[in-house]
């Protein structure tokens, strides 16, 4: 049973840093990609970024420059720091696997297990 | 283009069959995986691949794919699938980002 149990600070002021912790459980951890995703209030969902097991990292253009995401393989635990936050980064932020398998058609990419999310809020 | 597009809301009668699609360009390189969000819970994956269901997701949900659209197919509709429906890929273009469809309220009549 793989569960991902992730923890955090909750209230930010503007200009401060965000960080958050994902705890992985069960399963392997260095067969995937470590994702996380945030949801603005009542908007849908953003993709933040991804680190594999070895350190390896993507980001979303648009966050790039304000993001990290690392890996402690030793505790199977990935990070998020979020520099510099706004108003606009007041949302709910998942931690969740990726899977990625090539077939012959085409490739599958998804998540199958997410982390329970933690509100952040931005406010002075 | 690196967007997925989805229809803002779509409704069912009971217990009838309802089609929520996906288009983007990144379609034609990655299937869709499909996730259902109830609110104040994290989604949950309900397809992914050509059209696989992980355990414990009803057999009335099942995916397909044409071209650039990917369809997410609920086969008479339980009033417990009253949710929010986004679909995701990864871009094709080469730069690893992965993307969201804006999402689909889904009403059960």
């Known amino acids: 049973q793989v569960q991902l149990q992730q923890w955090g600070a909750g209230l930010l002021k503007p200009s401060e840093t965000l960080s958050l912790t994902c705890a992985v459980y069960?399963?392997?951890?260095?067969?995937?990609?470590w994702s996380w995703i945030r949801q603005p209030p009542g908007k849908g969902l953003e993709w933040i970024g991804e680190?594999?097991?070895?350190?390896?990292?993507n980001y979303n253009p648009s966050l790039k420059s304000r993001v990290t995401i690392s890996v402690d393989t030793s505790k199977n635990q990935f990070s998020l720091k979020l520099s510099s936050v706004t108003a606009a980064d007041t949302a709910v932020y998942y931690c969740?696997?990726?899977?990625?398998?090539?077939?012959?058609?085409?490739?599958?990419?998804?998540?199958?297990?997410w982390g329970q999310g933690t509100l952040v809020t931005v406010s002075s | 283009s690196s967007e997925l597009t989805q229809d803002p809301a779509v409704s069912v009668a009971l217990g009838q069959t309802v089609r929520i699609t996906c288009q983007g360009d990144?379609?034609?390189?990655?299937?869709a995986s499909w996730y259902q969000q109830k609110p104040g819970q994290a989604p949950v994956l309900v397809i992914y691949?050509?059209?696989n269901r992980p355990s414990g997701i009803p057999d009335r949900f099942s995916g397909s794919s044409s071209g650039n659209t990917a369809s997410l197919t609920i086969t008479g509709a339980q009033a417990e699938d009253e949710a929010d429906y986004y679909c995701?890929?990864?871009?094709?273009?080469?730069?690893?980002?992965?993307?969201f469809g804006g999402g689909t309220k889904l009403t059960v009549l």
């Open positions: 990144s379609l034609r390189s990655y299937y």
């Open positions: 969740a696997r990726a899977s990625i398998v090539v077939v012959p058609a085409a490739i599958k990419y998804y998540f199958d297990y």
């Open positions: 680190i594999n097991h070895s350190g390896s990292t």
């Open positions: 995701n890929s990864r871009d094709s273009s080469g730069n690893h980002k992965v993307v």
């Open positions: 069960g399963g392997s951890f260095s067969d995937y990609y």
């Open positions: 691949g050509k059209d």
